[in-house]
């Protein structure tokens, strides 16, 4: 594609006339090359200044929103509205008066904007052309942990924002925390909804809270009135007639509120149990000790089992390792002796990748609680390198991941340090998408040089930032498939056409975490795709694993089993 066509592609993307398969054309061009979106940006920002001029604000909103959006996901309802912005334009052109004023401020414009500095550019760019939105959550509580527990109607997981709404616990136990800094256990059948960071109303069920002093105030409504903590803590058992009490520690004041009790209020003191009945208010109770295990206990519980895991993974990890076709597998993290060289644990094959490289990456939490066992991408330029050498008909990779957000456009899993034919990149959009992608060679008679992308349905929500995952995905030449998983489930199957099939992929140089193709560019100015989490294990395959295979990955090293 030369610089002209290149151009006038750009500008039927931004009018929304452009077709189908220039579209996908441009979408390359604009994912593997930085000058074509600088390109791009310049022409929008141009788009957007002259109908700051002539434009309607509808005109100034769509150009917004495509600065913003990514071009590949660009709708037919956002082309539409392209084609009516450059209708409306066209309608002040063909004005003879309009349209020399038009040039003249077009001119001055372009001089305003593509003469100052690159900083200043992009101050405009900013302040003028972006508008985002924060993300946003529902939610007052995380489940911080589970043991046996079964859900009614929805099925959980640790880690994850607590839905708000009536929750039905069948069985079990849980571990919430709220963001009051209160922790609480939940056990057996419990009917409750969090509807606050300081409150929870339980109508059937048995709790026991730990509050600390920021979180005093803290209450638990019931059926016969409230739990109000003095800074305590407390278990309670609630069923359809009453609540009984026990203090563990501090004070609890408890306020009927039905009957004749009503507006009764009892302050009890640690080591004291009391019944708040429907209808007789606050009477004894023969409760004398706490109903459940408080949070304390429950960790220690849940660190146990979790070392149990461990090392039942350990164990299962050297079995797996011998895995036909794996060729790469890091336990990402530094060494004992604070190195940054990360052992390749396969080395049974001449395809085998090197060992991993630490560049500028910090020091972790891994998914097991191990410190310096993961490692965390979230500093510019982080990144783990490494070399495949040899050509692999078809290809698996998998990662166990924690996210904090997807803050940029691409966030990198694994990148090869170009795009070039038959080399493979692997993202996380900021929209949620995972990206897979093998440049197809091109162009030829017979294609012209298109690079196919392989999206899930967005699988991001703001419950998995902080959680770890695992993900994996393979591309099978024979059944023409590329596979997306999601903790050992495939989650989106995507067909490889004819046309687009790669026989022969190369990786060569690769970062984990990152995209080292601008520092081999000898240009210092780079777009920033480095990962804004942690990851602690990463394999690769030369051939597609099967489902029963990442399954197994996932179910050895599922710390949360």
Same mark, same amino acid.
């Given at each position: 594609?030369?610089?002209?066509?290149?151009?006038?592609?750009?500008?039927?993307?931004?009018?929304?006339?452009?077709?189908?398969?220039?579209?996908?054309?441009?979408?390359?061009?604009?994912?593997?090359?930085?000058?074509?979106?600088?390109?791009?940006?310049?022409?929008?920002?141009?788009?957007?200044?002259?109908? %700051?001029?002539?434009?309607?604000?509808?005109?100034?909103?769509?150009?917004?929103?495509?600065?913003?959006?990514?071009?590949?996901?660009?709708?037919?309802?956002? %082309?539409?509205?392209?084609?009516?912005?450059?209708?409306?334009?066209?309608?002040?052109?063909? =004005?003879?008066?309009?349209?020399?004023? &038009?040039?003249?401020?077009?001119?001055?414009?372009?001089?305003?904007?593509?003469?100052?500095?690159?900083?200043?550019?992009?101050?405009?760019?900013?302040?003028?052309?972006?508008? @985002?939105?924060?993300?946003?959550?529902?939610?007052?509580?995380?489940?911080?942990?589970?043991?046996?527990?079964?859900? %009614?109607?929805?099925?959980?997981?640790?880690?994850?924002?607590?839905?708000?709404?009536?929750?039905?616990?069948?069985?079990?136990?849980?571990?919430?925390?709220?963001?009051? *800094?209160?922790?609480?256990?939940?056990?057996?059948?419990?009917?409750?909804?969090?509807?606050?960071?300081?409150?929870?109303?339980?109508?059937?069920?048995?709790?026991?809270?730990?509050?600390?002093?920021?979180?005093?105030?803290?209450?638990?409504? @019931?059926?016969?009135?409230?739990?109000?903590?003095?800074? $305590?803590?407390?278990?309670?058992?609630?069923?359809?007639?009453?609540?009984?009490?026990?203090?563990?520690?501090?004070?609890?004041?408890?306020?009927?509120?039905?009957?004749?009790?009503?507006?009764?209020?009892? $302050?009890?003191?640690?080591?004291?149990?009391?019944?708040?009945?429907?209808?007789?208010?606050?009477?004894?109770?023969?409760?004398?000790?706490?109903?459940?295990?408080?949070?304390?206990?429950?960790?220690?519980?849940?660190? *146990?089992?979790?070392?149990?895991?461990?090392?039942?993974?350990?164990?299962?990890?050297?079995?797996?390792?011998?895995?036909? *076709?794996?060729?790469?597998?890091?336990?990402?993290?530094?060494?004992?002796?604070?190195?940054?060289?990360?052992?390749?644990?396969?080395?049974?094959?001449?395809?085998?990748?090197?060992?991993?490289?630490?560049?500028?990456? /910090?020091?972790?939490?891994?998914?097991?609680?191990?410190?310096?066992?993961?490692?965390?991408? !979230?500093?510019?330029?982080?990144?783990?390198?490494?070399?495949?050498?040899?050509?692999?008909?078809?290809? $698996?990779?998998?990662?166990?991941?924690?996210?904090?957000?997807?803050?940029? #456009?691409? /966030?990198?899993?694994?990148?090869?340090?170009?795009?070039?034919?038959?080399?493979?990149?692997?993202? #996380? &959009? =900021?929209?949620?998408?995972?990206?897979? +992608?093998?440049?197809?060679?091109?162009? @030829?008679?017979?294609?012209?040089?298109?690079?196919?992308?392989?999206?899930?349905?967005?699988?991001?929500?703001? +419950?998995?930032?902080?959680?770890?995952?695992?993900?994996?995905? $393979?591309?099978?030449?024979? =059944?023409?498939?590329?596979?997306?998983?999601?903790?050992?489930?495939?989650?989106?199957?995507?067909?490889?056409?004819?046309?687009?099939?790669?026989?022969?992929?190369?990786?060569?140089?690769?970062?984990? !975490? =990152?995209?080292?193709?601008?520092?081999?560019?000898?240009?210092?100015?780079?777009?920033?795709?480095?990962?804004?989490?942690? &990851?602690? %294990?990463?394999?690769?395959?030369?051939?597609?694993?099967?489902?029963?295979?990442?399954?197994?990955?996932?179910?050895?090293?599922?710390?949360?089993?």
């Amino acid at each position: 594609m030369n610089p002209e066509e290149r151009l006038l592609l750009i500008d039927e993307l931004i009018e929304g006339s452009i077709r189908d398969a220039d579209h996908l054309r441009i979408e390359a061009e604009l994912i593997v090359d930085a000058s074509v979106r600088r390109e791009y940006f310049r022409r929008v920002q141009l788009e957007w200044l002259l109908q %700051q001029e002539f434009g309607t604000s509808d005109c100034e909103r769509d150009c917004e929103d495509e600065t913003l959006s990514s071009v590949s996901t660009a709708s037919k309802a956002d %082309q539409a509205a392209h084609r009516e912005q450059s209708a409306n334009r066209s309608k002040a052109i063909s =004005n003879p008066i309009v349209s020399l004023a &038009m040039f003249a401020v077009a001119a001055s414009l372009i001089a305003a904007v593509f003469l100052l500095p690159r900083s200043s550019q992009q101050q405009v760019a900013s302040t003028q052309l972006l508008s @985002t939105s924060s993300p946003s959550a529902r939610g007052f509580a995380i489940l911080d942990g589970q043991e046996d527990a079964i859900w %009614q109607g929805q099925s959980i997981a640790d880690g994850e924002l607590l839905p708000t709404g009536p929750l039905h616990l069948l069985s079990g136990k849980i571990h919430l925390e709220l963001f009051s *800094g209160v922790r609480m256990v939940l056990a057996g059948q419990s009917q409750f909804s969090v509807d606050s960071p300081m409150q929870v109303t339980i109508d059937s069920g048995i709790a026991r809270a730990e509050v600390p002093e920021p979180a005093r105030g803290f209450r638990i409504k @019931t059926g016969s009135g409230d739990i109000v903590d003095l800074g $305590t803590e407390f278990s309670v058992a609630v069923d359809d007639s009453g609540a009984d009490v026990h203090v563990i520690e501090g004070e609890v004041e408890l306020h009927a509120d039905s009957g004749d009790s009503a507006g009764q209020t009892v $302050t009890i003191a640690a080591g004291t149990s009391r019944r708040l009945a429907a209808k007789t208010g606050v009477t004894s109770s023969e409760l004398v000790q706490p109903t459940t295990i408080g949070p304390e206990e429950f960790q220690r519980r849940r660190d *146990g089992r979790k070392q149990e895991r461990l090392s039942r993974w350990l164990a299962a990890d050297h079995i797996l390792r011998q895995t036909p *076709g794996l060729i790469g597998h890091y336990h990402l993290g530094f060494d004992s002796s604070g190195g940054k060289q990360i052992e390749n644990l396969v080395r049974h094959s001449s395809d085998a990748a090197s060992d991993g490289r630490i560049v500028a990456a /910090n020091a972790s939490t891994d998914r097991w609680g191990r410190g310096d066992a993961a490692l965390d991408f !979230g500093r510019v330029g982080s990144r783990v390198r490494i070399q495949v050498p040899g050509e692999h008909r078809g290809l $698996t990779l998998m990662a166990w991941v924690k996210i904090h957000s997807l803050d940029r #456009w691409y /966030n990198s899993l694994f990148l090869t340090d170009g795009h070039e034919d038959g080399e493979p990149h692997w993202q #996380w &959009m =900021n929209d949620g998408r995972i990206f897979f +992608s093998i440049k197809v060679p091109g162009p @030829t008679p017979s294609h012209d040089g298109i690079q196919p992308v392989y999206y899930t349905p967005p699988i991001w929500t703001p +419950s998995l930032s902080g959680r770890w995952v695992m993900l994996a995905v $393979t591309y099978d030449i024979e =059944n023409q498939l590329v596979t997306h998983y999601l903790d050992g489930q495939a989650i989106d199957r995507d067909e490889i056409k004819q046309e687009d099939i790669v026989d022969t992929i190369r990786i060569g140089s690769a970062s984990v !975490g =990152n995209w080292s193709q601008p520092l081999y560019r000898g240009d210092a100015e780079f777009v920033l795709r480095n990962l804004n989490g942690s &990851m602690d %294990q990463f394999s690769i395959a030369s051939r597609p694993l099967t489902e029963d295979e990442i399954l197994s990955f996932f179910e050895a090293g599922n710390p949360n089993e």
